[in-house]
Each structure stands twice: as C-alpha cells, then as structure tokens.
C-alpha cells in the first residue's frame, strides 16, 4: 500500500488467497481496503473461482479494485462456466463473490476436467537409459550402463525418484485423473514433494508440472474497455 500511496496510480488491482478475509476476522483484507479509502480510492472487493472461467480447478482467489475518485470503478468478470466446488467462501464474506443476481439464470458453459485441458499432451515414456522397469512395475538403477547428465550437470533421473525404504517409495508422486480437478497445488515448483502437497501429477501416460503462479499486485496507470465488457 506504501506503493500505491507513492505512485498514485489510476487503478490498482490486488490478488490473494483467501485467508485474507478468513484469518483474525478478516483483517488484513480489510485493512487493504481501508488504506485505499483513506487515499481517497473507490474500492471493490470480489472473490472469483478460476473454475468458473474455464479452468480444471475450483481455486478460489480474492481480488480488490482501486480507483482514484475521478475514475470508472471497473466490475469483476461474471462467471462464464459450471464448475467442481471444493470448500467454502468465509461467511462473513459470502456476498462478496462474484456471481450473477438472484432470480438470474445464465447459460452457462460445461464443468472442465483435466481431461479437457491436457488430454492432447504427448505420453511420457519410463524407457529411461539407466533405469530399469521390474516384473512388479518397481524401478532400479541399470548397474551395467552408465548414468545419463544433463548439460546442467544434474542427472536425467534425480536421486529422490529412485530413492526407496524397502522397495517402495515413501513420497510417492500424486495421482489424477481425467475425470478429476486439480485441488491444492503448492507454491514452489519442487516435484518430490508428498503426494498430499505435490505438485507433479501424474495422469494415465502423462506426466504434468503444475506450478502456481501468483501476482499479489498490480499497478495499472490506463484502462480499455473492449465492446464485450472485458478489460486488456
């Protein structure tokens, strides 16, 4: 906010998750408001889903339009699909989502599923040099044939993949499927983390990085409404 109080912009829009308006009765979401009001900055607090805009994920995300006085508050996009609810808004917050009026009814577009996203990926292949595939689909080390580098110096297959207690991993890799959406992705892009965390998906003969990228703020100084109600 000391940004935004030095730059002065037109517009500001924030984005975060949604324990900014759940944790300690949603103080920092409302000091975030009260701060853009005291610069004297029209306000709009909104939560979206991303499922509802077309993505194989329910992720829930809190957003906050700023305007100086002389400005157009914008509006938040109304959703444009059916999604897969997971969780729940904070109470106090409810109104604050962005959906369409009571005793409005819009056609909406299909729920999305992983399947609709990366089905047309290529398949991954496990036919690695140096690693060899068991009878029992478990994986050792080739003890015959050298281990593959990259040019980075790191090796083809990390150490972490093949590390086992007794033959079995005990931080397996998740699993998803075609008929399922993605419903926690951690935040730093480390593939051997827990499967309860983990960021590297695994889907019949695919194999998907999944890395959330987030922008906490952004400082817009101009904005062009398009003829269909969206903002570039």
Request: charged content about 20%.
């Amino acid at each position: 906010m000391n940004i935004v109080e030095y730059l002065k912009p037109k517009y500001v829009l924030m984005e975060n998750v949604v324990d900014i308006v759940r944790f300690d009765k949603g103080f920092l979401g409302r000091y975030a408001l009260g701060r853009l009001v005291v610069m004297n900055y029209q306000t709009r607090l909104g939560m979206m889903v991303a499922g509802a805009y077309g993505l194989p994920q329910f992720r829930m995300r809190v957003f906050l339009w700023g305007a100086r006085h002389n400005m157009i508050l914008p509006h938040f996009p109304l959703p444009t699909h059916n999604v897969v609810v997971r969780g729940h808004s904070p109470l106090e917050f409810e109104s604050n989502v962005v959906t369409y009026d009571d005793g409005c009814f819009p056609v909406l577009k299909d729920k999305l599923y992983l399947g609709d996203a990366i089905s047309d990926l290529p398949a991954v292949f496990t036919d690695l040099r140096g690693v060899k595939v068991r009878s029992d689909n478990k994986v050792e080390w080739e003890p015959d044939i050298d281990r593959v580098y990259l040019p980075s110096g790191k090796p083809l297959v990390p150490d972490y993949a093949m590390t086992f207690v007794q033959g079995t991993s005990s931080k397996p890799f998740e699993r998803l499927w075609w008929d399922e959406t993605v419903f926690i992705v951690v935040t730093r892009a480390e593939p051997h983390n827990q499967a309860r965390f983990s960021i590297l998906m695994f889907v019949p003969n695919k194999i998907v990085l999944m890395i959330n990228l987030k922008v906490f703020l952004i400082i817009i100084n101009s904005l062009v409404l398009s003829r269909k109600g969206t903002f570039k």
